[in-house]
């Protein structure tokens, strides 16, 4: 057995208790009973302590020394494996089990919290968890505590280049949602009842419109909707308000997008890393453009349009394009999941602010809430009355998902670019969407990005799709079309 084989093997073995792991967090947000929190907590602290003692293996230096790759494939499993390897080894075993087992009961006591609008029941355990989040960040950085962490979830990025996007996309977002708000057109939300059920049944439609596959995956509710697993195992969850059905549809699209890229991850790259998606700023593209660019557009609208009639009776709308402009609402709502494109950003550009300034100390967690409000009252306008409204409304902080927020407003612009260049390719991709049929989307997704799973580094990733390096420009024009044409601008 050569060297490349046994470290294989021994990858293929750890890549199996890493989903396993992953399965015990979607029962513990979908299934778990509620009075299992400190069971759970045990469980996971095992399994991330046997995990740990797996990518530190002294074995795994000797193997990537003597292993020799055959392909491309093989070398960037050798490059991934080595970048585990190096960062693993300079977290303590002690710390990594810590933090598994407290970022578990931290998540039970954040949705505790929320459920009560008791902020001041979970700080205590949140500023254990910004404590332990910035100690890991130590053991692992040569620099930024925060690049540290970023780098978990967008290799390569920083977050001054991030900013520096940011800053560059904060004027013209704001530019034109401050013309849309100042627009004739006002778009009036529904005012009836969506049973749940009906909902449910909608949402599973939609799924299947994306191209779901459902003998691989299954849709369950939870508090905060996610996607969790990838290969024959993708699950997605929901979650439902039976007087605003939106959340529930778009959700599930998103959700949808995750699954189906890593549904369709070559399934030769299965337990390695090459096997699940290269990072979440490529992850969330898939999600963001199933969900907006493809699920908000004009013609997957007049299908839905009928379906929801159909699901709901009459709505009291007088046509598809009515339709179209009230999924396309922009108002200066409270919740990132449930915010227009315009606002969605600055949602996220907020959450980088904070959480980079509580990574460095500048902010204590104590002070994080009335941070919020008043960020967020200078951002939208508009005053926080109740912390699920606020800073209580996400579970990543609870969870120790610093770094990870800026990945969603990078998959936007990586959805942008990805967008232009399939609309380039598949020009009839709207007939397809006007039937409830995204598969010529899917289609293009599947053959450019999604089957590479890990194979190259993020922005190549994207590149390789596109034939063009990322950039904000195309989502920036993509906005300024759409809503210009809605809104009569």
């Known amino acids: 057995m050569s060297a490349f084989d046994e470290l294989a093997a021994h990858q293929r073995e750890t890549e199996a208790l890493g989903n396993i792991s992953g399965l015990l967090g979607w029962d513990q947000e979908v299934m778990m009973p509620r009075g299992a929190g400190d069971q759970r907590a045990e469980e996971m602290a095992a399994i991330e302590s046997v995990l740990h003692a797996r990518r530190t293996d002294p074995r795994i230096e000797d193997w990537l020394v003597r292993a020799e790759a055959k392909d491309a494939a093989q070398a960037r499993m050798l490059d991934l494996i080595a970048r585990s390897y190096n960062r693993s080894t300079r977290i303590p075993a002690r710390l990594a089990t810590e933090l598994a087992r407290l970022t578990s009961l931290s998540q039970g006591i954040w949705a505790q919290a929320r459920a009560d609008e008791d902020a001041s029941a979970f700080l205590p355990t949140l500023d254990e968890v910004v404590r332990l989040k910035r100690e890991e960040a130590a053991c692992v950085s040569d620099g930024d505590l925060y690049d540290a962490l970023l780098d978990d979830y967008e290799p390569g990025a920083s977050a001054k280049e991030l900013g520096a996007m940011f800053d560059r996309m904060r004027a013209p977002l704001v530019e034109l949602r401050d013309r849309v708000l100042g627009s004739d057109v006002k778009p009036q939300p529904l005012d009836m009842v969506f049973p749940e059920n009906a909902q449910l049944r909608l949402a599973r439609i939609c799924a299947s419109a994306f191209g779901y596959d459902w003998t691989r995956g299954r849709l369950d ?55 699940h998606g290269v990072s979440m700023g490529v992850h969330e593209s898939q999600s963001r453009i199933c969900e907006n660019q493809l699920g908000r557009s004009s013609p997957f609208t007049g299908w839905l349009y009928t379906r929801m009639i159909e699901a709901f009776g009459d709505l009291g709308l007088d046509s598809p394009e009515a339709f179209h402009a009230l999924v396309n609402r922009v108002e200066m709502g409270f919740i990132r999941t449930e915010s227009d494109e315009l606002n969605y950003n600055l949602h996220i550009m907020l959450r980088f602010d904070l959480e980079r300034d509580l990574i460095a100390g500048k902010l204590e967690v104590a002070d994080l809430e009335e941070a919020w409000n008043t960020r967020f009252k ?112």
């Open 378 to 489: 200078h951002d939208f306008g508009v005053s926080v009355t109740k912390p699920s409204q606020g800073f209580l409304q996400d579970v990543h902080w609870s969870v120790g998902l610093f770094g990870y927020f800026p990945t969603y407003a990078l998959g936007n612009v990586y959805a942008g670019c990805l967008d232009q260049a399939m609309r380039k390719a598949e020009p009839d991709i709207d007939a397809g969407l006007a039937k409830g049929d995204a598969s010529a989307a899917k289609g293009w997704l599947d053959h450019n990005l999604r089957q590479f799973g890990g194979l190259r580094a993020p922005r190549d990733t994207i590149e390789h799709a596109c034939g063009f390096a990322p950039n904000e420009k195309p989502l920036l024009d993509y906005l300024r079309q759409k809503f210009e044409t809605i809104y009569r601008l």
């Open 221 to 275: 509710m939870s508090v905060h909707p996610f996607s969790s697993g990838g290969g024959d195992d993708a699950r997605i969850t929901t979650r439902i308000s039976e007087s605003e059905p939106f959340g529930n549809i778009y959700s599930t699209i998103h959700e949808t997008g995750h699954a189906t890229y890593e549904q369709a991850i070559d399934p030769a790259y299965r337990f390695t890393p090459l096997g």
